[in-house]
């Protein structure tokens, strides 16, 4: 199974930008759809974007389409999310995580529970 360990987060203002990087170990990375998830205080976790395992294909929630980008290197076994035009309702805890079937199709994209591992999560906080 894959771990993961995120980092990037940090304290921004709105307008600006971040990367998030997610490093991944102890697993086939290429072979695995990869996501990113964020849990606001007091909400439910919630779906910000994917990629396959390919790279060819990417999808974003609509709150976040246009601004965020979702990437990877397969060589450096390593997810991205750049971040830009930063709000303050992007504030949240932010996860990465891998699907837990190898080589799954997009269709797998948006349900939380077809993620079988996830890190820690690191923190971006947008203010206003």
């Known amino acids: 199974q894959v771990q993961l360990v995120e980092s990037g987060g940090g304290l921004v203002q709105a307008g600006g930008s971040l990367r998030l990087s997610c490093a991944a170990s102890g697993g086939t990375f290429s072979s695995y759809n990869m996501g990113w998830f964020r849990q606001a205080p007091g909400k439910e976790r919630e779906f910000v974007a994917a990629i396959s395992w390919r790279a060819g294909n990417t999808y974003y929630a609509d709150s976040v389409k246009g601004r965020f980008t979702i990437s990877r290197d397969n060589a450096k076994n390593t997810v991205y999310l750049q971040m830009n035009s930063l709000k303050p309702e992007d504030t949240a805890v932010y996860y990465c995580?891998?699907?837990?079937?190898?080589?799954?199709?997009?269709?797998?994209?948006?349900?939380?529970?077809?993620?079988?591992?996830w890190g820690q999560g690191t923190q971006v906080t947008v203010s206003s």
């Open positions: 995580a891998s699907d837990s079937s190898m080589f799954g199709g997009s269709w797998r994209f948006l349900t939380a529970a077809n993620f079988g591992s």
